[in-house]
């Protein structure tokens, strides 16, 4: 049983890895991750992050008001992607909001990335989806020009990150676990300043 389960995981990540645009409007996935989002702007210096949001569990009023705006303290997002399984009214509604429409109650700022919802396969754990996906842009940080990735998660599944950073580690890339609280973990390694402004 544990052997079928593991084979279950991995071939489910690997399905995962070129279903990557199954909701989104692209529906391509020879290009994802491989050129800039679009609010990626070239003459910011500051470091360009990707936040990976487990939207099952993260509440999206606290995203808002709590940590996106910490982000700001290591660098600037340019791309927002949210992992659940069905997708709930409140993402929806902010989904909605950072694509134009301005009828939706939760705030943001007129910089702030539009937000995309990454479906995930029921069989595959949220978490392990997000790693894969961090994974995949770090392959192409190249030609998306993202800098670092911001794991938003619950206190609760904040050990899970922890353990999982060192997949990345090694690959100059800079890695970030955010929670209810704020910015918890910081993996720098880019030799910047903490918010990627100028160079240490």
């Known amino acids: 049983m544990r052997a ?5 995981q991995s071939a489910g990540l690997q399905m995962c890895i070129h279903r990557r645009f199954n909701s989104t409007k692209s529906g391509d996935t020879s290009v994802k991750d491989r050129f800039p989002p679009k609010a990626l702007n070239h003459s910011d210096p500051k470091r360009k992050l990707a936040l990976l949001v487990d939207a099952q569990k993260v509440d999206a009023d606290v995203f808002c008001k709590t ?17 659940d ?10 989904i909605r909001q950072s694509n134009g429409d301005a009828n939706n109650f939760l705030t943001r700022t007129a910089n702030s990335p539009s937000v995309e919802w990454f479906r995930v396969e029921r069989f595959i754990p949220i978490g392990m989806q997000m790693v894969a996906d961090a994974d995949h ?3 192409h940080r190249f030609f998306n020009r993202i800098e670092a ?9 904040r050990a899970y990150f922890e353990r999982m950073l060192e997949r990345l580690k090694g690959r100059g890339f800079n890695q970030y676990i955010l929670d209810e609280l704020g910015l918890v973990v910081e993996d720098h390694c880019d030799g910047r300043s903490k918010d990627g402004s100028a160079t240490v």
């Open 67 to 83: 940590i996106e705006p910490a982000t700001l303290e290591i660098g600037v997002p340019v791309l927002v992607r949210v992992f």
């Open 85 to 94: 399984y069905e997708i709930s009214r409140e993402w929806g509604n902010l």
């Open 149 to 157: 990735v911001c794991f938003i998660c619950t206190e609760l599944d």
């Open 4 to 8: 079928f389960a593991k084979w279950t």
């Open 137 to 139: 842009i770090c392959d």
